[in-house]
């Protein structure tokens, strides 16, 4: 069926539900950053891919919404649709709610499947169609009617994190949440986020790519632990030791009952941000509502010693196949065809040699010349390009391994570049540099830093429509929060302090639409450091292994300091990969780590 | 009186009006950075002079808490009290609403002066101690027993700023603060901040030394404009105005009765973090409170192009007058005696010399030595010392000028400094001038940027604990906000974007308890920059117009672009004061100036 044919038969079904709009967003029922096949309901009804995006469907016109990351992309995949793009936070483009409250006669009625969306999100939309008397309907999901070949729910196994990798037994997890849960005095905790579930009982799953996780949801009590997942996902020995353990498995559908069924008088934990719409309507009038976010998500950033430590074994791992990747790149652009998805394939081969590599932690990013500029470009059969031997191959790529995940981007020169092209990765480097160098008193968060990152590119009156940084899950998903780096706080949203054990992405970045892009990413560690009359001081330790190219440098931009955070950088590198390395790799990455004055 | 007797006596009245504790704060009934002889109650009673501080009286014993401007003044003038001194922010120093809870029994009674506090404040403390059921009494002012020979409440003239020099006619103001008002649909706006009233309407005072504001309330509705102060501070003129404008004015202390009087059903704005406690307890049940910043706070705060123009031309003759200081200062110190008081009083001898100068900005601190690690030390003739050709004088020091108001601190090499003292003056310069040098996007506030002054130090395992900037009113509180410099937020408070016309300070600094202190303050103003794909631009430009010691800097530790920094920002100086200057002194000044390499 075409883009304007499911609009067509959506249409029909909005008149016979009497919706005037219909919103469709990303988001799965677990508010996932990234979505199980079955869920991508958005891109199937608008032809976008992004991770981020909502589609809000009336009867005379259709819009999509999402962000600086997919501004190109999504122009590029609307081409020749009726759906008009909404660059959110662009000046004069209206919010969603905006565009509702504009478009909508009064007492009309928005449909959406009220799983897919949060409390939050609707209570946005009403703080300003509320005057209209417009209302909300979350019980239909119209695009389950229109998509016919819709995939199965997946169900996956599920499998076991060893505590070595943990760190930190379940028992000994959920006994600090309980803890929590009483400084709360909260009678029970609501916990539909995938991942902090996963994190949680140390399984990890395969219901959606890319990200470990199992669909589940928890509820937690002083006395029970229930979790409603699809019972066959559990291998037999892992089932038994829940049991033992005290938890109790119940049908994945059955939450709905159970949020329903909650005792009255009771309290209930749960973050209206992340739990979506339909659930939230369950929880009995008579039960208390503790509106605020899930304690399992700060505990999942700070990492405990042993995934620091698993962590970096697994950059090394990744920095071996990622270096060796931009050996063969380099040395082979000129030689052979050399295309994106066929160096996206080379990657993922040589991670794959290494031992203890589960998958990537998101679709690679190749990105040859214009196609750097797309923030999130990930190649296609369709959008496919032959590399030359000029510009910049832009990776950004990530893997999971047994040991933690990564996230690392690489800008590779492929050959010979211009001034401007050297200038401009040399002012991306310097930020990354600055950034990576940071000494920090306790206290201080991603917001404070973010200048670091961007300064040199202020400078020059350019900037990066993106954070500088994120957190990264421990074999869950690449991005997860709640600590960030960017100068920005959402409205409502907490600075969170940067705290040892914590993992950020430092990768500013600048794209030129149609020429190229260049994006330098390295994860960090948050590490403790001296502790005097002053403060408790902070540093950040490099976990990404892997050499800037020097090739795109001009060293004459940096101060003596950058350099001296360059060289120290690459000779960590030359340390921790050349032991790995054969002898040819090691002559190369020993010159592309060679000093520089 | 000593302080001891007083708090006896203090502890008697406490006993007869059933008050287990007694709250004395540094406020006058305005919520004023600095206050009138009238309102020094707590410097009355505890002898700690600081512009911040409170003092808590229990039954057995008393404590004070001050912020780290004044930990060893604070620690230096209770000495031999029974005050316990309590150093607001470090770790394990409780808070004020902690010690209250811990120290006081079931049921007991809080008394203060109800018009010295403000409501939030109260509410801070009642989330601690409503436990305990422990109520408030804000109707009783114990101090004024006490204090017999209490100066009565100023009444000095009222002088009207010229629109010439204000950029804006008070109608106008008005008007806009009205339109402000209906955007928010509020029928009255309760104004008590002295400085928001003296700049909504172009006058000036001189009820508080050092902030030419006057003693009064505002009460504003979309028909009436009712301003509550003694009459007879106000000159013919003016007043036959302000009545041909509508203005009424009505006695200092009605202003309790009309607040009573508000029409039920009508919505009051009022900031219940500045009007005082007992004012918003007037307000009648059926009036609906509208609890937020009040509108003048942000439009005083961007300065008009006017303001901004005199602005620069305060701050060339203050330049003149400083520069003459540090000439004077470095010449003679090893010729005659001079002493911090003495230094003082010369510099405003020759501020007095500057067409248009009214008086200092707030009391100088001309910091000898170890003086000089003591945040905000200000010389008195007990604390006076010689000055010797050696180490630092540390001076912070600003005026009023008809054309503006500024604040700066130079901190001055009296002969050879050590290596260690010339390589944290050079890091406390960098901190500066990155500050200054700061290019940034619309959006971004002081919060994002502080790392840059701070950078250096933190990478030296340093800090200082006080904000890095703060704004500076148009003739009025040489402090003002919303704006500030500092990575930290207080809980509660937002994040206020900088924008064109807002002035900030930009002041780091590094304190050596004992040895000696560095402080470098320019005031810089916010103005637009470039705008292009990637957004508008903001720079900062700098206002203040002296010097930096350029025997206390060692060019080996800065980086060129500090350098060229530097030699940019002396150039501009000697280009703005060299026409001000006899040839002795611009002979000197192009030394001082001159390219450093």
């Known amino acids: 069926m075409r883009i304007d044919e499911k609009l067509t038969r959506l249409r029909e079904l909005m008149n016979e539900n009497s919706f005037s709009a219909y919103i469709i967003p990303t988001d799965d029922f677990h508010s996932s950053e990234y979505v199980g ?138 006994k600090e949440v309980r ?62 030791r829940l049991t033992q353990e005290g938890v109790t498995i119940k049908p994945y559908e059955e939450i709905g009952q159970a949020v329903g069924n909650m005792p009255a008088g009771t309290k209930v934990w749960l973050d209206s941000g992340t739990v979506n719409y339909r659930l939230t309507q369950k929880v009995p009038k008579d039960v208390e509502i503790l509106d605020q976010e899930s304690p399992i998500v700060l505990m999942k950033a700070v990492k405990t010693p042993e995934e620091m430590r698993h962590m970096r074994a697994a950059h090394i791992k990744d920095g071996v196949a990622v270096t060796r990747f931009i050996h063969w790149l380099k040395t082979n652009v000129d030689r052979e065809t050399v295309t994106e998805v066929g160096a996206a394939g080379k990657l993922e081969m040589l991670r794959s040699q290494m031992e203890g590599y589960l998958e990537p932690s998101f679709s690679s990013i190749i990105a040859y010349g214009p196609h750097g500029a797309i923030v999130h470009y990930a190649p296609t059969q369709e959008s496919d390009v032959e590399m030359k031997a000029k510009s910049f191959c ?13 996230d690392i981007t690489r800008t590779i020169a492929l050959g ?10 040399t002012t991306v ?9 940071a000494k920090f008193v306790e206290g201080v968060s991603g917001q404070n830093l973010d200048v670091l990152a961007r300064g040199p590119l202020w400078e020059l009156g350019m900037d990066y429509n993106h954070g500088t940084g994120h957190g990264v899950g421990y074999i869950l998903g690449v991005h997860e929060g709640p600590q960030r ?10 600075s969170i302090p940067l705290e040892e054990g914590m993992i950020v992405s430092d990768e500013p970045g600048l794209y030129l639409e149609g020429r190229f892009g260049i994006r330098l990413e390295n994860l960090v560690l948050c590490r403790k450091g001296e502790k005097n009359d002053h403060g408790q001081f902070l540093y950040l330790e490099p976990l990404t292994m892997v050499p800037f190219d020097r090739e795109a440098i001009l060293p004459e931009l940096m101060t003596e ?10 000779q960590r590198v030359y340390e921790a990969l050349s032991p790995h390395l054969d002898e040819e790799e090691q002559g190369w990455l020993k010159e592309m780590t060679a000093r520089i004055q």
């Not at 009336?58 to 190109?72: E, V």
């Not at 122009?75 to 504009?102: C, F, H, N, W």
């Not at 010979?416 to 990765?425: F, G, I, S, V």
Request: charged share 30%; hydrophobic share 35%.
């Open 561 to 570: 300091k950058e350099l001296e955070c360059l060289n120290r950088y690459h």
């Open 394 to 406: 832009l990776a950004d790529v990530g893997g999971h391994y047994q040991e933690g995940t990564t």
């Open 37 to 174: 096949d079955y869920f991508k309901a958005r891109e199937y009804m608008s032809g976008f891919t992004g991770s981020a995006g909502t589609l809000v469907v009336l009867q005379d016109k259709a819009a999509l919404w999402t962000d600086g990351r997919y501004f190109l992309q999504a122009a590029r995949q609307l081409q020749g649709s009726t759906i008009e793009l909404m660059r959110s936070g662009q000046p004069d483009v209206p919010k969603i709610e905006e565009y509702l409250e504009k478009n909508l006669g009064e007492k009309t009625v928005i449909g959406f499947d009220g799983r897919t969306v949060t409390k939050r999100f609707v209570e946005t939309i009403g703080d300003k169609t509320d005057a209209k008397q417009i209302s909300f309907d979350g019980s239909k999901d119209l695009v389950d009617v229109i998509w016919t070949d819709r995939p199965p729910l997946s169900k996956k196994p599920v499998w076991e994190l060893h505590v070595k990798y943990a760190g930190k037994s379940r028992e000994d997890k959920i």
């Open 485 to 494: 780096i960017h100068w920005r706080v959402a409205p409502g949203a907490k």
């Open 179 to 240: 803890a929590k849960m009483q400084e709360e005095k909260a009678d029970q905790l609501l916990v539909t986020a995938l991942d902090e579930i996963a994190w949680l009982f140390n399984l990890r799953g395969g219901d959606i790519a890319h990200t470990p996780v199992f669909l589940s949801y928890l509820l937690l009590t002083k006395e029970q632990i229930t979790l409603f997942a699809h019972e066959e996902i559990f291998p037999v020995q892992i089932l038994e």
């Open 416 to 425: 010979d570049l211009t001034e401007e092209e050297k200038r401009y990765y």
């Open 429 to 437: 480097l310097r930020g990354n540099l600055a950034l990576g160098a």
